[in-house]
């Protein structure tokens, strides 16, 4: 037996346990209480042939150990940590993935041969779930559930990351609609299972190789895991007859996307539009909500973008519903072949002139490769050419984004969960010439001063510490441009501000510098 999992064990204060059919495991007995250090795949004598020798053999790459690596999940030492709670920090790991090991994964064999298999891609989670069942209070509760949903449910269970929250959603959801739950489980664990053909798809579409195709290939897997997170996350949150949609956007949503953002960044492609299968679809807003494969996927991009709010972005969902019902509501569409990628709302306003943006959602896999910008250029081309207005709602953060392509900001006001949201406008017909002004124009005039007023064109540049827009915004001035320098607790914000009507002079001369 001590041949059979490495000779490196011999003379060692080790233990050999079978932890699940077909699973062997070596606990460091060393320090007192097991430790799983190993693991290994057990075969029956059926299953290998003998040797010439004697020996049995099935093949010495299946009968390697496979050593937890734990550093993987530790990570390297942070800044201000003794190398003493660092270690400290490691066995506390050690000790709760053996307990999970040795209580858990009996009730989930197949799990315990798929971590046999590829153990750094479900590492992390095993040890926010080991945690997790060290913490509760009723760790019966989740063998209860593994003997019920197998290792499906387990595996859901792990890669949610068993933060305190989403443990009892997973839980609760499965007690209060086990028939439901097994879906999402199932097509989940589909998706993961999906994971070794990250590395054919990355190859075909990027023409990467040798280490950087390697690089590009765990990213791929990363963001596909990190990112189907968020939609098992919106379909356990889901109890409406949305929920067989959502599982297959669980099950279909991300190998074409993770594939493209690494060909993006790797510069085999060099933007969306030249994946194969791209097309842009403008549909109506009544069509789109009698296509239930439409109204999923969408859904799904949108409560994973605002699945940090209290309410994993439900009410957003529903004003987004709500305004789909609008006469001339249109919805454009970025996809590749039937997944979308990006997708922005236009509505009409009776009491104004122009058309108002909103709903803007990029898939999170995409926010990299600026799906978001080629839609508002879209949007420029398909309306603003054409003597149409735009007018939309933002963020701060986005309203810079927006001003790079002619947006003004024309007034601001709070939002509970946003901070300051400001109204922007795209106008057809008026140019700003601030808009054009470089960062060290803008820096040379406002000098170490945090206010700035041109004395010929009436143009104000105004520096804050908070993200807080000045208050002449919407008061006879509109915000041409914002400048964000720094990071955290030590950013600042410059604002730049031109008269609300420009007069043609103004609006032909830029100030002196």
């Given at each position: 037996?001590?041949?059979?999992i490495?000779?490196?064990?011999?003379?060692?204060?080790?233990?050999?346990?079978?932890?699940?059919?077909?699973v062997?495991?070596?606990?460091?007995?060393?320090?007192?209480?097991p430790?799983?250090?190993?693991?290994?795949?057990?075969?029956?004598?059926?299953?290998?042939?003998?040797?010439?020798s004697?020996?049995?053999?099935?093949?010495?790459?299946?009968?390697?150990?496979t050593?937890i690596?734990?550093e993987?999940?530790?990570?390297e030492?942070?800044q201000?940590e003794?190398?003493?709670?660092h270690?400290?920090?490691?066995?506390?790991i050690?000790r709760?993935?053996?307990k999970?090991y040795?209580?858990?994964l009996?009730?989930?064999?197949?799990?315990?041969?798929i971590?046999?298999?590829?153990p750094?891609?479900?590492?992390?989670g095993?040890?926010?779930?080991?945690?997790?069942?060290?913490?509760?209070?009723?760790?019966?509760?989740?063998?209860?559930?593994?003997?019920?949903?197998?290792?499906?449910?387990?595996?859901?269970?792990?890669?949610?990351g068993?933060n305190e929250?989403?443990?009892?959603?997973?839980l609760?959801?499965?007690?209060?609609?086990?028939?439901?739950a097994?879906?999402?489980?199932?097509s989940?664990?589909?998706?993961?299972?999906?994971?070794?053909?990250?590395r054919?798809?990355v190859?075909?579409e990027t023409g990467c190789?040798?280490?950087?195709?390697?690089?590009?290939?765990?990213?791929?897997r990363?963001?596909?895991?990190?990112?189907?997170?968020?939609y098992l996350t919106?379909?356990?949150g889901?109890?409406?007859?949305h929920?067989?949609?959502?599982?297959?956007?669980?099950?279909?949503?991300?190998?074409?996307?993770?594939?493209?953002?690494?060909?993006?960044?790797s510069g085999?492609l060099?933007?969306?539009?030249?994946m194969?299968g791209?097309?842009?679809?403008?549909v109506?807003?009544?069509?789109a909500?009698?296509?239930?494969?439409?109204?999923?996927d969408?859904?799904?991009?949108?409560k994973?973008?605002?699945?940090?709010y209290d309410d994993?972005g439900a009410?957003?969902?529903?004003?987004?519903?709500?305004k789909l019902t609008?006469?001339?509501?249109?919805?454009?569409l970025?996809?590749?072949?039937?997944?979308?990628l990006?997708?922005?709302?236009?509505?009409?306003?009776?009491?104004?002139?122009?058309?108002?943006?909103?709903?803007?959602?990029?898939?999170p896999?995409?926010?990299?490769?600026?799906?978001?910008?080629?839609?508002?250029?879209e949007l420029?081309?398909t309306?603003?050419?054409?003597g149409?207005?735009?007018?939309?709602?933002?963020?701060?953060?986005n309203?810079?984004?927006?001003?790079?392509?002619g947006?003004?900001?024309t007034?601001a006001?709070?939002?509970?969960?946003?901070?300051?949201?400001?109204?922007?406008?795209r106008?057809?017909?008026?140019?700003?010439?601030?808009?054009?002004?470089k960062?060290?124009?803008?820096l040379?005039?406002?000098?170490?001063?945090?206010?700035?007023?041109d004395?010929?064109t009436g143009?104000?540049l105004?520096?804050?510490?908070?993200?807080?827009?000045?208050g002449?915004?919407?008061?006879?001035?509109v915000?041409?441009n914002?400048?964000?320098?720094?990071?955290?607790?030590?950013r600042?914000?410059?604002?730049?501000?031109e008269?609300e009507?420009?007069t043609?002079?103004?609006a032909?001369t830029?100030?002196?510098?």
């Amino acid at each position: 037996m001590l041949h059979y999992i490495g000779k490196e064990f011999y003379n060692k204060e080790v233990a050999i346990r079978e932890l699940a059919p077909g699973v062997g495991g070596v606990l460091d007995m060393s320090a007192g209480s097991p430790v799983l250090t190993h693991t290994f795949t057990i075969f029956s004598a059926e299953e290998i042939e003998p040797t010439k020798s004697g020996w049995r053999s099935a093949g010495k790459k299946d009968t390697q150990v496979t050593p937890i690596a734990y550093e993987h999940v530790i990570g390297e030492r942070d800044q201000g940590e003794s190398q003493l709670e660092h270690d400290a920090h490691l066995e506390t790991i050690k000790r709760n993935v053996t307990k999970l090991y040795q209580e858990v994964l009996p009730h989930a064999p197949e799990y315990a041969q798929i971590i046999q298999r590829q153990p750094n891609y479900e590492l992390k989670g095993i040890t926010e779930t080991a945690y997790w069942l060290e913490q509760s209070e009723n760790p019966e509760r989740l063998i209860a559930f593994t003997e019920q949903f197998g290792w499906q449910g387990l595996r859901s269970f792990v890669q949610l990351g068993a933060n305190e929250r989403m443990a009892e959603e997973v839980l609760s959801f499965a007690h209060e609609s086990p028939e439901q739950a097994v879906r999402v489980f199932e097509s989940y664990a589909g998706l993961l299972d999906r994971m070794d053909t990250v590395r054919d798809v990355v190859r075909r579409e990027t023409g990467c190789k040798g280490e950087a195709c390697e690089e590009l290939i765990e990213a791929a897997r990363e963001r596909l895991l990190r990112k189907t997170v968020l939609y098992l996350t919106n379909a356990l949150g889901t109890q409406d007859g949305h929920q067989r949609d959502l599982a297959e956007v669980v099950q279909d949503a991300y190998p074409v996307a993770a594939s493209l953002a690494a060909g993006i960044e790797s510069g085999a492609l060099r933007s969306v539009q030249d994946m194969e299968g791209f097309r842009q679809d403008v549909v109506s807003g009544t069509r789109a909500l009698q296509d239930a494969n439409l109204m999923g996927d969408m859904i799904a991009i949108y409560k994973a973008n605002y699945s940090q709010y209290d309410d994993g972005g439900a009410g957003l969902v529903e004003q987004f519903r709500e305004k789909l019902t609008h006469e001339d509501a249109k919805v454009h569409l970025w996809r590749i072949r039937d997944e979308v990628l990006a997708f922005v709302l236009v509505t009409d306003r009776p009491e104004e002139a122009d058309l108002y943006v909103s709903a803007l959602n990029v898939n999170p896999a995409l926010v990299d490769a600026k799906a978001g910008t080629g839609l508002v250029r879209e949007l420029e081309e398909t309306y603003v050419k054409q003597g149409v207005a735009l007018s939309a709602e933002a963020t701060l953060d986005n309203a810079a984004g927006y001003c790079k392509f002619g947006y003004v900001a024309t007034a601001a006001h709070e939002d509970a969960d946003e901070g300051h949201i400001l109204d922007v406008t795209r106008y057809p017909d008026r140019d700003y010439p601030t808009q054009s002004w470089k960062l060290s124009k803008i820096l040379h005039l406002l000098q170490d001063e945090d206010e700035y007023t041109d004395p010929e064109t009436g143009v104000r540049l105004v520096r804050t510490r908070a993200p807080t827009p000045p208050g002449e915004l919407g008061r006879g001035f509109v915000m041409t441009n914002l400048v964000r320098i720094g990071k955290g607790g030590e950013r600042s914000y410059i604002f730049v501000l031109e008269p609300e009507h420009p007069t043609p002079a103004h609006a032909a001369t830029a100030p002196r510098t």
